[in-house]
Nanobody, 123 residues
Framework: VQLQAFGGGLVQAGGSLRLSCTAS????????VGWFRQAPGKEREFVAS????????HYTDSVKGRFTISRDNAKNTVYLQMDSLKAEDTAVYYC?????????????????WGKGTLVTVSS
């Protein structure tokens, strides 16, 4: 399966962006999907995950209340709505498909990675 993330760009602090992740080659409707990010000079970190039916979501503390992950299995797409963006949200964002139906912050559970999309938040 190939994952493609898009929707990144330049936004001012306090603004919003919506990232999308689509899968080709096979569906990921039976798998959890997550978003990770890597800021300049930092290690990649977990952002959010959503279970295969969308009933269970997890967020890292720094984005709780600002980011919302959702999915549309009919469209084979997962979204990350990012509101109230801060300069520290600047990073390359990667979507990832987990091997299981439920995701977590652990990268070891990821089966496939997508190419990233750059989000730049200006202060």
């Amino acid at each position: 399966v190939q994952l493609q993330a898009f929707g990144g760009g330049l936004v001012q602090a306090g603004g919003s962006l919506r990232l999308s992740c689509t899968a080709s080659g096979r569906t990921f409707s039976n798998n959890a999907v997550g978003w990770f990010r890597q800021a300049p000079g930092k290690e990649r970190e977990f952002v959010a995950s959503i279970s295969w039916r969308g009933g269970t979501t997890h967020y890292t503390d720094s984005v709780k209340g600002r980011f919302t992950i959702s999915r549309d299995n009919a469209k084979n797409t997962v979204y990350l709505q990012m509101d109230s963006l801060k300069a520290e949200d600047t990073a390359v964002y990667y979507c990832a498909s987990y091997r299981s139906s439920y995701g977590s912050w652990l990268e070891s559970g990821v089966g496939y990675w997508g190419k990233g999309t750059l989000v730049t938040v200006s202060s």
